[in-house]
């Protein structure tokens, strides 16, 4: 479906205010400024009376936004910031507010990226928020991955796309909606009637009526079509209606029939879908009027300006070719002469630098999961397809630099009317694009040539054996796992050369490394010996531990050493299998519960740890402490009750965790890993810098009022569908089923998640962030604690503050400022001491003034080579200096020392005409260092040096002292 027809998925704008458009009062009466503003077309003609009716119209509104620049006389009414600003002041004159783009990481759990320009406003068009103005105009920035493929190869796909659009909230409806559209398009676009073509829903008589009697548009150029391209739902159930589509022809001459086909690209291009949301649809699938009519449309800035532009495909406009130029330059080539694939290369480079640059913009920084993996899936089809161009390193020679941050720059200098913020966050951009380009190509020349050898193999043997040449899904996965090569890119180069791929061979080694890699973490080897017949045997374990901590169970294996055995006796280490189980196994980020197996008082089981393998099949891993356990008997399976509390506190407080972190840094972080212990959680999530201590408070803050506010959790299993409708976020590369469980504290959080949690944020009685840490480029790290252990944490700091209380003979609160005095004091006597062990240097080194020895012949060269004991670093520097001073030019001092255990300090120091004669402080201190087992350098005339070993110290001074007078004596004679 087209861009412009996916208003389904959309999210809230969240609070970010930027508006980097004039923002017109809404329509009012009182207004002159409005009445006056007679037609848009008349502004587009006279830029300079653009910019004071606009300001104008701000002026009467009260506003105090800066004023509109008027247009420069060389920008053109057809490029694309023209056709953008015409828009949005076409609908301010009739009373829209411009709101600025949302964030491409929307403020919606159940939408991964902003893919439409209606998103912002989803809360209002479901009537969970109150309208705040009657209608809105907007450009929004979008990105659309799943057309991915086409990006290149046709004239109008796109991953980054602008959308303009108009917005009624119950304020107008169809009349208008169509009126304004053909004006728009006819008059202030300038677009040739006979040239439009419209779309309507083949039921929707009013519409068609509209364009056909009061607009004027022929019968047969109007196509009534079908529930699937002209019908548009928010879901199963909610909001929906008919939708209408403006098509531009490029080929009039072809006629006018019945069989025209607007889905024909050769020919047509949709540019503009008016949405009329004027039904509910109901749980029987019937429709009710709504209450509030709501208009929404959506233009897509891209195809408007190939239209006005005139030229073959959207790629070619102002907005994308200056992108693609600067990759032709980089690649040495002609686009105008270049071949179909060549063109291909370069606009996708040009289209994946747009989405690139923006959403790393927008804090989205590449990572193996969620958005992250969308940049970084961009990054490396934008570095492989410039590699195939034969574009190597930065355009400055350096063939092991990185060309995409090069290309970027130019996707920021056209940002200036999309987005001005873009330019502040330059150096971030660039900074990650260069690095995550290295870091990859690596990855690309090893695996590229390892696929160029199976590709080879895979067309040699389809040669001999006259067969269709195909790769399997085992080398596939051995690229991807061994390799790191990215299965996407294996399957375009496969593509490329002809050669197919059997993915669902790939997908299962995929799933046998998942159950590898689990039964591996769990130390299980059901496939040693008679493993595999015992999981034949066993069937999954049900779980009932959400209702209860004990309960009754069969065993139906055991494990000894990772080996089926019939029964084992007390002392061993055993993995015990059972039919059902109160026991969590190990998921979702929250370990596995601990307890204990009794076996009718004969035996007991102190079960460490339960994990799921195989499956379904739950694995307690434990020490028989009494008796003999053997398979087929009954067992009591009894849960440590206030372990799994920790647990289910930690896990609750997981969620609050991320709610906060979306609330205070923003909507564009999202969870990317998670450990829920009994002693503490951690919570991993994507961000592009360091918390501020601010920022941490207001988190800890939050939480703890959402813990105060006693709210009782709803758990709910449902279809996972209604699942997302309903708001609740899915981590990104999970594999869930059709039926999910949700858990939600409302008002704060709702997530799918199978863990155990509390019945009430009250239950988890606090909560205090121990730490916060960056682990890898764009992931921070968050370790808290809650419940008994921020109990057990605050007692323990509390016990900690007594003491130093005690010790400094304060109150806690006057703790800062004595510690701050303290501090203070050491810090003098710090220096005290320093310019005492200064001045008991220099002494010394008045005392080894007399120590000189003369060296050279022409020129008389004064030498010190002397230890100085136990003298530290700085006070060793401090002599050398005097000495220098006071033997005068031309001079040379080497002094060493030893001033802590294991530790060297080596200093050399030359006059200017000691260095004038070629020799160098910090290139012969050097070698003297690595004596002592250290290194160092400096300047020519001066230099420190280090090392390990000081019982070498003065062997090295006497090397020191040798090499020394041998090149000064052939310098000085």
Same mark, same amino acid.
């Given at each position: 479906?087209?861009?412009?027809?996916?208003? /389904?998925?959309?999210? #809230?704008?969240?609070?970010?205010?930027?508006?980097?458009?004039?923002?017109?009062?809404?329509?009012?009466?009182?207004?002159?400024?409005?009445?006056?503003?007679?037609?848009?077309?008349?502004?587009?003609?006279?830029?300079?009376?653009?910019?004071?009716?606009?300001?104008?119209?701000?002026?009467?509104?009260?506003?105090?936004?800066? #004023?509109?620049?008027?247009?420069?006389?060389?920008?053109?009414?057809?490029?694309?910031?023209?056709?953008?600003?015409?828009?949005?002041?076409?609908?301010?004159?009739?009373?829209?507010?411009?709101?600025?783009?949302?964030?491409?990481?929307?403020?919606?759990?159940?939408?991964?990226?902003?893919? *439409?320009?209606?998103?912002?406003?989803?809360?209002?068009?479901?009537?969970?928020?109150?309208?705040?103005?009657?209608?809105?105009?907007?450009?929004?920035? /979008?990105?659309?991955?799943? !057309?991915?493929?086409?990006?290149?190869?046709?004239?109008?796909?796109?991953?980054?796309?602008?959308?303009?659009?108009? $917005?009624?909230?119950? !304020?107008?409806?169809?009349?208008?909606?169509?009126?304004?559209?053909?004006?728009?398009?006819?008059?202030?676009?300038?677009?040739?009637?006979?040239?439009?073509?419209?779309?309507?829903?083949?039921?929707?008589?009013?519409?068609?009526?509209?364009?056909?009697?009061?607009?004027?548009?022929?019968?047969?150029?109007?196509?009534?079509?079908?529930?699937?391209?002209?019908?548009?739902?928010?879901?199963?159930?909610?909001?929906?209606?008919?939708?209408?589509?403006?098509?531009?022809?490029?080929?009039?001459?072809?006629?006018?029939?019945?069989?025209?086909?607007?889905?024909?690209?050769?020919?047509?291009?949709?540019?503009?879908?008016?949405?009329?949301?004027? =039904?509910?649809?109901?749980?029987?699938?019937?429709?009710?009027?709504?209450?509030?009519?709501?208009?929404?449309?959506?233009?897509?800035?891209?195809?408007?300006?190939?239209?006005?532009?005139?030229?073959?495909?959207?790629?070619?406009?102002?907005?994308?070719?200056?992108?693609?130029?600067?990759?032709?330059?980089?690649?040495?080539?002609?686009?105008?002469?270049?071949?179909?694939?060549?063109?291909?290369?370069?606009?996708?480079?040009?289209?994946?630098?747009?989405?690139?640059?923006?959403?790393?913009?927008?804090?989205?920084?590449?990572?193996?999961?969620?958005?992250?993996?969308?940049?970084?899936?961009?990054?490396?089809?934008?570095?492989?397809?410039?590699?195939?161009?034969?574009?190597?390193?930065?355009?400055?020679?350096?063939?092991?630099?990185?060309?995409?941050?090069?290309?970027?720059?130019?996707?920021?200098?056209?940002?200036?009317?999309?987005?001005?913020?873009?330019?502040?966050?330059?150096?971030?951009?660039?900074?990650?694009?260069?690095?995550?380009?290295?870091?990859?190509?690596?990855?690309?020349?090893?695996?590229?040539?390892?696929?160029?050898?199976?590709? %080879?193999?895979?067309?040699?043997?389809?040669?001999?054996?006259?067969?269709?040449?195909?790769?399997?899904?085992?080398?596939?996965?051995? +690229?991807?796992?061994?390799?790191?090569?990215?299965?996407?890119?294996?399957?375009?180069?496969?593509?490329?050369?002809?050669?197919?791929?059997?993915?669902?061979?790939? !997908?299962?080694?995929?799933?046998?490394?998942?159950?590898?890699?689990?039964?591996?973490?769990?130390?299980?080897?059901?496939?040693?010996?008679?493993?595999?017949?015992?999981?034949?045997?066993? #069937?999954?374990?049900?779980?009932?531990?959400?209702?209860?901590?004990?309960?009754? @169970?069969?065993?139906?294996?055991?494990?000894?050493?990772?080996?089926?055995?019939?029964?084992?006796?007390?002392?061993?280490?055993?993995?015990?299998?059972?039919?059902?189980?109160?026991?969590?196994?190990?998921?979702?980020?929250?370990?596995?519960?601990?307890?204990?197996?009794?076996?009718?008082?004969?035996?007991?089981?102190?079960?460490?740890?339960?994990?799921?393998?195989?499956?379904?099949?739950?694995?307690?891993?434990?020490?028989?402490?009494?008796?003999?356990?053997?398979?087929?008997?009954?067992?009591?399976?009894?849960? %440590?009750?206030?372990?799994?509390?920790?647990?289910?506190?930690?896990?609750?407080?997981?969620?609050?965790?991320?709610?906060?972190?979306?609330?205070?840094?923003?909507?564009?972080?999202?969870?990317?890993?998670?450990?829920? @212990?009994?002693?503490?959680?951690?919570?991993? $999530?994507?961000?592009?810098?360091?918390?501020?201590?601010?920022?941490?408070?207001?988190?800890?803050?939050?939480?703890?009022?959402?813990?105060?506010?006693?709210?009782?959790?709803?758990?709910?299993?449902? #279809?996972? *569908?209604?699942?997302?409708?309903?708001?609740?976020? *899915?981590?990104?590369?999970?594999?869930?089923?059709?039926?999910?469980?949700?858990?939600?504290?409302?008002?704060?959080?709702?997530?799918?998640?199978?863990?155990?949690?509390?019945?009430?944020?009250?239950?988890?009685?606090?909560?205090?962030?121990?730490?916060?840490?960056?682990?890898?480029?764009?992931?921070?790290?968050?370790?808290?604690?809650?419940?008994?252990? =921020?109990?057990?944490?605050?007692?323990?700091?509390?016990?900690?503050?007594?003491?130093?209380?005690?010790?400094?003979?304060?109150?806690?609160?006057?703790?800062?400022?004595?510690?701050?005095?303290?501090?203070?004091?050491?810090?003098?006597?710090?220096?005290?001491?320093?310019?005492?062990?200064?001045?008991?240097?220099?002494?010394?080194?008045?005392?080894?003034?007399?120590?000189?020895?003369?060296?050279?012949?022409?020129?008389?060269?004064?030498?010190?080579?002397?230890?100085?004991?136990?003298?530290?670093?700085?006070?060793?520097?401090?002599?050398?200096?005097?000495?220098?001073?006071?033997?005068?030019?031309?001079? @040379?001092?080497?002094?060493?020392?030893?001033?802590?255990?294991?530790?060297?300090? +080596?200093?050399?120091?030359?006059?200017?005409?000691?260095?004038?004669?070629?020799?160098?402080?910090?290139?012969?201190?050097?070698?003297?260092?690595?004596? /002592?087992?250290?290194?160092?350098?400096?300047?020519?005339?001066?230099?420190?040096?280090?090392?390990?070993?000081?019982?070498?110290?003065?062997?090295?001074?006497?090397?020191?002292?040798? !090499?020394?007078?041998?090149?000064?004596?052939?310098?000085?004679?």
């Amino acid at each position: 479906m087209e861009a412009s027809k996916l208003p /389904c998925s959309f999210a #809230p704008f969240p609070s970010r205010p930027k508006c980097h458009f004039p923002i017109s009062p809404a329509r009012a009466p009182g207004h002159a400024a409005f009445r006056n503003y007679k037609h848009s077309s008349l502004i587009s003609r006279n830029k300079s009376a653009r910019g004071a009716i606009q300001n104008a119209a701000a002026a009467a509104a009260g506003l105090t936004t800066a #004023p509109v620049q008027a247009l420069t006389e060389e920008e053109e009414e057809t490029s694309g910031n023209s056709i953008r600003r015409r828009f949005l002041e076409f609908y301010a004159a009739r009373g829209h507010k411009i709101l600025p783009s949302s964030s491409l990481v929307p403020d919606d759990p159940t939408v991964l990226l902003t893919i *439409a320009g209606m998103l912002q406003f989803k809360p209002v068009f479901l009537g969970k928020v109150a309208r705040q103005v009657p209608s809105a105009t907007t450009s929004q920035r /979008c990105v659309r991955t799943n !057309d991915i493929e086409n990006v290149g190869r046709t004239s109008r796909h796109h991953t980054f796309f602008e959308m303009l659009g108009n $917005f009624s909230f119950g !304020d107008y409806f169809k009349k208008e909606a169509i009126k304004w559209a053909w004006e728009l398009s006819t008059v202030e676009y300038g677009l040739p009637a006979d040239n439009l073509w419209i779309s309507v829903y083949e039921d929707d008589e009013e519409t068609y009526a509209i364009w056909h009697d009061e607009i004027g548009v022929p019968a047969d150029r109007i196509k009534k079509m079908g529930e699937e391209d002209n019908f548009w739902t928010s879901g199963a159930t909610g909001p929906c209606g008919p939708c209408s589509e403006i098509y531009y022809d490029f080929h009039p001459e072809r006629g006018q029939h019945s069989a025209v086909d607007l889905n024909d690209d050769t020919r047509f291009i949709e540019f503009y879908n008016l949405v009329f949301m004027q =039904f509910n649809k109901k749980d029987d699938g019937s429709l009710e009027p709504l209450k509030q009519k709501n208009i929404d449309t959506g233009m897509g800035l891209e195809r408007m300006a190939r239209i006005l532009q005139k030229v073959p495909n959207n790629y070619e406009t102002d907005l994308i070719f200056p992108i693609i130029e600067k990759v032709s330059e980089l690649a040495n080539v002609s686009y105008a002469r270049a071949d179909d694939s060549t063109k291909t290369k370069l606009k996708v480079i040009g289209d994946h630098m747009r989405a690139i640059v923006y959403l790393i913009s927008d804090g989205v920084f590449p990572s193996n999961i969620g958005r992250g993996y969308v940049v970084r899936r961009l990054i490396r089809r934008a570095v492989r397809t410039g590699r195939l161009l034969d574009i190597r390193g930065d355009e400055n020679g350096n063939l092991e630099g990185a060309f995409l941050p090069i290309v970027a720059e130019k996707v920021i200098d056209l940002s200036s009317e999309i987005d001005p913020d873009l330019k502040s966050r330059k150096s971030r951009i660039l900074e990650e694009l260069k690095r995550e380009e290295l870091r990859f190509v690596v990855t690309l020349e090893r695996g590229e040539k390892l696929l160029d050898e199976m590709l %080879d193999d895979a067309l040699g043997k389809a040669k001999v054996n006259n067969a269709d040449p195909f790769l399997s899904g085992k080398d596939a996965f051995l +690229l991807y796992d061994t390799y790191g090569f990215p299965v996407e890119i294996t399957m375009e180069v496969a593509d490329e050369r002809g050669v197919s791929i059997d993915m669902s061979c790939f !997908d299962i080694e995929m799933e046998n490394q998942r159950r590898q890699s689990q039964a591996a973490h769990n130390t299980v080897k059901l496939t040693v010996e008679n493993g595999s017949e015992l999981t034949e045997n066993i #069937p999954d374990t049900e779980f009932i531990g959400y209702d209860t901590l004990y309960s009754k @169970a069969v065993i139906k294996g055991l494990l000894l050493s990772g080996k089926p055995v019939v029964e084992v006796s007390q002392g061993n280490e055993v993995e015990v299998l059972l039919d059902r189980t109160p026991f969590y196994a190990e998921s979702g980020g929250q370990i596995g519960d601990r307890g204990v197996l009794k076996v009718n008082n004969t035996a007991v089981i102190e079960i460490a740890d339960v994990q799921k393998s195989l499956g379904n099949i739950f694995v307690h891993k434990g020490v028989i402490k009494e008796g003999i356990v053997a398979v087929g008997r009954e067992v009591e399976a009894a849960v %440590d009750a206030k372990l799994r509390q920790r647990a289910k506190v930690h896990h609750t407080a997981t969620h609050l965790l991320q709610a906060a972190l979306k609330k205070v840094i923003g909507q564009e972080t999202s969870q990317a890993g998670s450990l829920v @212990a009994f002693e503490r959680l951690r919570f991993d $999530f994507n961000f592009h810098r360091q918390l501020l201590d601010h920022e941490l408070t207001k988190i800890e803050d939050l939480i703890n009022e959402w813990i105060g506010d006693a709210t009782a959790l709803q758990t709910k299993v449902m #279809p996972i *569908a209604d699942a997302k409708s309903a708001g609740a976020i *899915a981590m990104f590369g999970e594999k869930y089923g059709e039926e999910v469980r949700v858990v939600n504290v409302p008002g704060v959080s709702m997530e799918l998640c199978g863990g155990t949690h509390v019945s009430n944020t009250s239950e988890i009685r606090g909560f205090k962030i121990i730490s916060e840490q960056g682990i890898s480029s764009g992931v921070r790290r968050i370790e808290a604690v809650a419940g008994d252990a =921020f109990i057990e944490y605050v007692s323990e700091r509390d016990n900690y503050m007594k003491q130093l209380c005690s010790t400094l003979k304060v109150k806690a609160e006057e703790v800062p400022a004595r510690v701050g005095a303290i501090m203070e004091e050491l810090r003098m006597v710090k220096t005290e001491v320093s310019a005492a062990r200064a001045k008991t240097a220099v002494y010394k080194a008045s005392v080894l003034a007399n120590k000189a020895f003369h060296v050279g012949t022409t020129t008389q060269i004064r030498v010190v080579v002397e230890l100085m004991d136990d003298t530290d670093a700085d006070s060793l520097k401090c002599a050398a200096e005097h000495l220098v001073d006071v033997l005068q030019d031309p001079a @040379a001092i080497i002094l060493g020392s030893f001033p802590g255990e294991d530790k060297v300090s +080596l200093v050399a120091a030359f006059s200017p005409s000691v260095v004038s004669m070629g020799i160098q402080a910090g290139k012969f201190i050097g070698p003297i260092a690595k004596m /002592c087992g250290g290194g160092g350098g400096g300047r020519p005339n001066f230099a420190q040096a280090g090392g390990r070993k000081p019982e070498n110290l003065s062997s090295a001074l006497e090397k020191a002292k040798t !090499d020394l007078v041998s090149v000064l004596s052939k310098k000085a004679s």
